[in-house]
């Protein structure tokens, strides 16, 4: 009984030490997009924000971009109770988009909390989400990292800057990664998609009118015909009238 014992609580020993050691790589900063993030198209994307202290709030968030797949149109949605810090680089090789030379780009973001009190920054126990608009994602690549500091109201700095490998466990601070999806028809992703739904919109209406007017023009016809076969009928009745007078 007692080496049973023994072997239970080392057991119990390990499981706690498995929970503790993996605990982190569930609060880390992560992007997720909303809707598609096609390759060649455009995506609004949020960094998520946990807060993984209990004694302490995220107060800033700086996400460096990727230099190697830049984008040309980055765009942080405002975020109540925080200020977004946009800072531009030149880049070694212009890009083109829609007929244009872009030489400078967004190189990274950074978001800082204006509230005061408890109620500044995030909150042990909660999270909080950056949206950007990004594009056009590039078409070379699987998937795009940012690097982050997530920066508490002691001080402590946590670095998510370590890019995840294929095949490897996952780093003790993993960067954020955004995995992309095969490129769409249009180019434009979510924009595509819903240009496509307008489309289709247009076409049900000219349809739907189409079917209206056919339907008006198809009751003018049986109002006409009707006309006539009541003036005939008055007209063949007025003839027997007089017949019958006649007689």
């Known amino acids: 009984m007692?080496?049973?014992s023994r072997a239970a609580l080392v057991g119990a020993a390990a499981v706690s030490s498995v929970v503790l050691l993996s605990a982190p790589a569930f609060a880390h900063?992560?992007?997720q997009p909303e809707g598609p993030a096609a390759k060649g198209g455009y995506a609004v994307v949020d960094f998520k924000v946990p807060n993984e202290r209990d004694d302490a709030s995220t107060v800033k968030l700086?996400?460096?971009?990727p230099t190697d797949h830049p984008l040309a149109s980055v765009m942080p949605e405002p975020v109540p109770g925080w200020e977004a810090k946009v800072t531009k680089s030149k880049l070694d090789k212009p890009l083109e988009m829609h007929g244009e030379k872009i030489s400078e780009v967004v190189s990274k973001v950074t978001w800082t909390a204006t509230g005061s009190g408890d109620?500044?920054?995030v909150r042990p126990g909660y999270f909080q989400k950056f949206p950007v608009s990004v594009g056009?994602?590039?078409t070379d690549t699987d998937q795009l990292v940012f690097k982050a500091l997530q920066t508490y109201d002691d001080k402590d700095v946590v670095r998510w800057i370590e890019a995840p490998q294929e095949g490897q466990e996952e780093p003790e601070n993993p960067a954020p990664v955004l995995a992309l999806t095969a490129a769409e028809e249009d180019g434009h992703g979510a924009a595509g998609a819903a240009a496509k739904d307008d489309k289709k919109h247009a076409s049900a209406s000219t349809e739907t009118a189409s079917d209206s007017s056919t339907s008006d023009t198809t009751a003018r016809t049986l109002g006409i015909v009707g006309i006539l076969v009541g003036a005939a009928g008055v007209a063949f009745g007025v003839l027997a009238g007089r017949r019958r007078t006649n007689n």
């Open 119 to 121: 109620g500044k920054g």
């Open 29 to 31: 900063v992560s992007v």
């Open 136 to 138: 056009q994602l590039p």
């Open 62 to 65: 700086e996400v460096s971009f």
């Open 2 to 4: 007692k080496k049973m």
